[in-house]
Each structure stands twice: as structure tokens, then as C-alpha cells.
């Protein structure tokens, strides 16, 4: 089986549909252009681009090849330049990076937790570094704020 996104007129993906092997194979070898062309007779529309269910942030979960950086889903934005689906940018502030397929924060990533906040997640806390929009906004060298999820 192979999976195709709908893309609107601006590359966004409306719906994903599944093709039998049957129908998307050139000569016994599944193509991506007759997979197109297949879904383009029923559905009477013309934008479709293959994806991998297998794929996210350009990692194959099967040890395949990636392929088009992340699985589309619906909402989700295809960069023909890169090659790539995009899921929503998390924060206004973060950055594409095309090798991992991923949006990254401006200043990195989150700091490490210390040994002792380790020791309490096992126990009465779970602490994990959020990111804050507004703070980063304010100070473009902070971002990465502690949380206690169990307070």
C-alpha cells in the first residue's frame, strides 16, 4: 500500500488516501507518478504528492530509507523546495531544519535536567522545561522555562 496527501492550491494537506500496490505500479515497481495519476481520475483532483507512513523528522521507524521528512496529515504544509511535510510550527519563534525535518527553538535545544530534579520525577515531581513564547519574545536569550507538571 501507498499513501498520498491531497494538497490544496497552496500545498496544504486537505486528506490522506491509501493506494493498493495494484494501482500505483509501473512495470511491478510502485511510482509515484501513476500512483497521481490514479487517484487524480477518481477524485477529478489534480495535487497529490506521495508520503511515507513509516517516516517522521526524517527517520525511517523501520530503519528504511526517510522518506519526505514526516508522514503528511491533515493541516500539514508541503515544501516542494525541501522536498518535505511540515507539521504546524509550534511557536512562532522556531526554525525549519531541513536535515532532521523538525522545527527547532532559536536559542536550542531544552537544558538537561540536574541529577537531583532526576530523582525527584521518580518520586513527588515531574520536571520537564516548557517553552515560553512571551518570555522569549521579551529576552531572546531565554525560552526554556522549568515546570513542576505535578504542582
Known amino acids: ?11 496544504i494537506v486537505l486528506n490522506v488516501h491509501v493506494v493498493a500496490d495494484s494501482d500505483c505500479q509501473k512495470d511491478g515497481v510502485e511510482d ?12 477529478n483532483w489534480p495535487y497529490w504528492r506521495q508520503t511515507s507512513y513509516n517516516t517522521y523528522n526524517n527517520q525511517h521507524k523501520l530503519g528504511g530509507t526517510p522518506f519526505r521528512g514526516n508522514y503528511a496529515g491533515i493541516g500539514d504544509q508541503w515544501d516542494e523546495d525541501n522536498q518535505i511535510f511540515w507539521y ?7 526554525v525549519k531544519n531541513v536535515s532532521t525535518a523538525s522545527w527547532e527553538s532559536p536559542i536550542g535545544s531544552a537544558p538537561d535536567l540536574t541529577p537531583e530534579q532526576v530523582t525527584q520525577n521518580e518520586s513527588t515531581h515531574w520536571w520537564e522545561y516548557q517553552w515560553n513564547e512571551s518570555d522569549y519574545q ?4 531565554t525560552g526554556w522555562v522549568l515546570v513542576n507538571k505535578n504542582a
Open 1 to 11: 500500500m501507498a499513501h498520498f496527501a491531497k494538497l490544496d492550491e497552496n500545498n
Open 138 to 141: 521579551s529576552d531572546n536569550s
Open 32 to 43: 509515484e507518478e501513476t500512483g497521481r495519476q490514479f487517484l487524480q481520475k477518481i477524485h
Open 88 to 94: 504546524e510550527k509550534p511557536y512562532a519563534s522556531w
